[in-house]
């Protein structure tokens, strides 16, 4: 079993919807929580953070950490052809230093 | 642009060769990540240097050698080049190894061994 598992999708939505990204982990170390948004053949870039478990609001953006399932969430509202791109989750325990991610999930908003 | 800098950023080589990609971190992080991504693996962490020296190791292939230079740049050699060893490698920096979490990263190098 994979430390952080993701689905790969694609997943396509129409403009103006929300769309929800998961991730799971295995690893109960994990205290950093991170999504980062990758365009094609571009480097990630990070877009959320969170500190162990909650919710955290940037914009139209939503991070979920709930650390008793093991489970994250990333919530994009008015989604936009924009936001068409790959998204990662990646965490790190307290003490760790490297980022785990997992494989990223393709969305592709339509207008 | 993140303040991350990869050079080169496409390289087209042969099995058995050897190669080296450079990365220049943000003003002021004197921590160092090398990431490689293929399809199948996902953004896989090889290896990190804070400051010089070396910090962790991840799936680092034998093959496979980094170092961080007195003024922070890093490289990351690659030799006896294999065709599997073609994906893209990422370099990303940030300030701190400890609480600091905001990791950033460069455009990477997209490596091709034929």
């Known amino acids: 079993q994979k430390e952080v598992e993701q689905d790969p999708g694609p997943l396509s939505v129409p403009e103006g919807a929300i769309v929800s990204l998961n991730c799971t982990y295995s690893?109960?170390?994990?205290?950093?929580f991170m999504w980062y948004r990758q365009y094609s053949r571009k480097g990630p870039e990070l877009l959320m953070y969170?500190?162990?478990?909650g919710n955290k609001e940037d914009g139209r953006f939503t991070a979920q950490v709930d650390k008793s399932s093991k489970y994250i969430s990333l919530f994009i509202r008015d989604s936009q052809p924009s936001d068409s791109a790959t998204y990662l989750c990646?965490?790190?325990?307290?003490?760790?230093?490297?980022?785990?991610f997992g494989k990223g999930t393709t969305l592709s908003v339509s207008s | 642009d993140s303040g991350v800098t990869q050079t080169p950023k496409h390289l087209i080589t042969a099995t058995g060769q050897r190669v080296t990609l450079r990365c220049s971190p943000r003003?002021?992080?004197?921590?160092v990540y090398w990431y490689q991504q293929s399809l199948d693996q996902g953004l896989q962490f090889l290896i990190q240097?804070?400051?010089?020296?070396?910090?962790a190791k991840g799936n680092i292939l034998e093959r496979f050698s980094a170092q961080q230079f007195p003024d922070l740049h890093s490289e990351l050699n690659l030799s006896s080049l294999e065709l599997g060893d073609s994906a893209l490698y990422f370099c990303?920096?940030?300030?701190?190894?400890?609480?600091?979490?905001?990791?950033?990263f460069g455009q990477g190098t997209r490596l091709t061994v034929v």
């Open positions: 003003s002021g992080d004197l921590s």
């Open positions: 240097y804070y400051n010089g020296e070396e910090r």
């Open positions: 969170t500190y162990s478990s």
């Open positions: 690893n109960s170390a994990f205290q950093y």
């Open positions: 990303a920096s940030s300030v701190t190894t400890g609480g600091d979490t905001e990791a950033f």
């Open positions: 990646a965490m790190r325990n307290q003490a760790g230093t490297a980022l785990i």
